[in-house]
């Protein structure tokens, strides 16, 4: 798919995708705004050539250096709980990775601020969001856990990685009003949705999940 050039090539893909898209529908999302955001962007773009034919499927795919690209379900569904009565507004999203995430997040966000602490992985997103030619996205090479205070507060953050504990820098740099959504645990991992009201923080566990482990530094 990612191979093919021309017309047939792009037809399939855009099929493809559509698929994915109605699949999302049938496992419960309802958010037509993120649904539209998925539609639009081209996974295949975003996982090896060898993997491509797979890129619409409901799985993780392997990137590199051991991390995944979510499979398509987990990706609508977080920024679906997230959006849930409310604008996203400016966002942080923990984990670049291959820059799939970010590019959905460019549709329904008015600003997108990614790190990646991987400088290999970094720069693999920033080549695959170049030819999308996203305005709203920016990336940077930095250590997630610590979030990106120079770009703070932000009303909306994403974790695309399992943390022990919500780490604090992140909790201080949301907004009042705003949303984290973060993977907590080890052997069982589940959604947790941290949010900041003018008392401090609340705290709601919700879906079970699997995701990379959180790690501090950069590489």
């Known amino acids: 798919m990612r191979n093919l050039a021309g017309e047939t090539g792009s037809l399939r893909a855009d099929h493809a995708r559509q698929r994915m898209v109605e699949r999302l529908r049938g496992y419960g999302i309802r958010d037509e705004g993120v649904l ?7 996974r ?5 050539e060898a ?4 890129a619409y499927d409901e799985t993780a795919l392997p990137i590199a250096r051991q991390q995944t690209i979510s499979q398509p379900f987990v990706v609508a569904r977080m920024i679906e709980l997230l959006r849930a009565g409310r604008e996203m507004g400016k966002t942080l999203e923990i984990g670049a990775g291959c820059g799939y995430q970010a590019a959905v997040l460019s549709h329904v966000c008015k600003e997108v601020y990614s790190v990646e602490r991987i400088r290999q992985l970094l720069d693999r997103a920033k080549e695959n969001l170049r030819e999308l030619r996203l305005p709203n996205v920016r990336l940077k090479h930095a250590d997630g856990t610590l979030g990106l205070l120079e770009a703070a507060p932000f009303d909306t953050i994403i974790v695309a990685a399992a943390a022990a504990t919500v780490p ?4 201080q740099q ?9 993977p907590l645990g080890g052997g069982e991992q589940w ?10 923080f609340r705290e709601t566990r919700l879906d ?12």
């Open 44 to 48: 295949h773009r975003f996982v090896d």
């Open 208 to 219: 079970a999940v699997r995701f990379v482990p959180m790690l501090s530094g950069t590489e």
């Open 191 to 200: 959604l947790v949705m941290v949010e900041r009201h003018g008392g401090g």
């Open 174 to 182: 949301l907004a009042l009003g705003g949303r984290l959504l973060i």
């Open 51 to 54: 993997l491509a034919s797979r």
């Open 36 to 42: 539209a955001a998925l539609g639009r962007v081209p």
């Open 168 to 171: 604090p820098e992140l909790k």
